[in-house]
């Protein structure tokens, strides 16, 4: 058996006029100063008006300003944060922040950030973030299972699966190229959503299928890569200027489930930006 995080979330009587929003995010580095907080809490208005579930992909704390991180700078840290029990602060304040949008949030999960934390400094930032504000805490991988029901045993269901994200991503391919590559060992997910590189794109992979029944049908495979809520483009100084890097896309995407009337009433879905 693999061990991994598999989230389930049941609709039941779906039917006409029924819809379903999503607010995905990853690379939120909301502690950073250069985090776009305004852009981060419009979308999470926007969420709560459209009694959107959030989840979050890795990532939501920079959190690298601790003590002997060699990636600190001190341009790099908000006032609020400058404490002598720095992780507690960064925990502390973000719960206070996401307060009054605890109960939106479907899962928080591990990014390349929080991991380097609990492997110096041992301890989980999203996991304490989490049991604050009373939600789930994922890991750097994992699924989430969506399970419709339009009445008695009439059933849909799909699947995403989430992957922090690894590399650098390509400054010309973006890393389009690993869709081929994902694709071939999970066969079984609609949607695979990544983050880290900070990149944006959406690629559509139709599928030729086989049904249990022996029927042959056409579906599709959905690869979303998120941006990030973090501004890095400064051209006076600074890392990312420094090496290069081009401007960087900011905001998340929206994944909508509606009854799709014109389909047989199947359920429908959508992937749009969040910007």
Not at 168 to 185: F, L
Not at 251 to 264: E, I, S, T, V
């Amino acid at each position: 058996m693999v061990e991994g995080d598999v989230f389930t979330l049941r609709f039941d009587e779906v039917r006409e006029g029924w819809e379903q929003w999503f607010l995905l995010q990853s690379d939120v580095h909301w502690d950073n100063p250069h985090c776009d907080r305004r852009l981060f809490h419009k979308h999470l208005r926007q969420a709560k008006e459209r009694n959107a579930r959030i989840m979050v992909f890795g990532d939501f704390f920079c959190a690298m300003q601790g003590k002997g991180d060699k990636r600190g700078n001190k341009d790099d840290i908000r006032p609020e944060h400058k404490q002598g029990n720095y992780l507690d602060s960064l925990v502390d304040t973000a719960a206070d922040d996401l307060a009054d949008y605890a109960t939106l949030f479907e899962f928080l999960a591990l990014g390349n950030h929080e991991m380097s934390i609990e492997a110096h400094h041992e301890t989980n930032l999203i996991d304490r973030l989490c049991k604050r504000l009373g939600v789930k805490a994922g890991g750097y991988a994992g699924f989430v299972r969506f399970l419709f029901n339009r009445g008695g045993s009439d059933k849909i269901s799909h699947s995403l699966f989430w992957h922090h994200g690894a590399g650098g991503g390509g400054e010309v391919t973006k890393n389009v190229i690993d869709t081929n590559r994902k694709a071939v060992w999970l066969p079984d997910a609609t949607f695979v959503v990544r983050g880290h590189v900070h990149s944006e794109w959406l690629v559509t992979m139709p599928r030729v299928r086989l049904s249990q029944s022996g029927k042959v049908y056409l579906d599709e495979q959905l690869h979303l890569q998120l941006p990030t809520y973090k501004q890095e483009m400064h051209l006076n100084k600074g890392f990312h200027i420094e090496k290069g890097r081009p401007p960087k896309p900011l905001g998340g995407a929206w994944l909508r489930f509606y009854y799709d009337g014109d389909a047989r009433g199947k359920v429908g879905y959508e992937v749009t930006r969040a910007k």
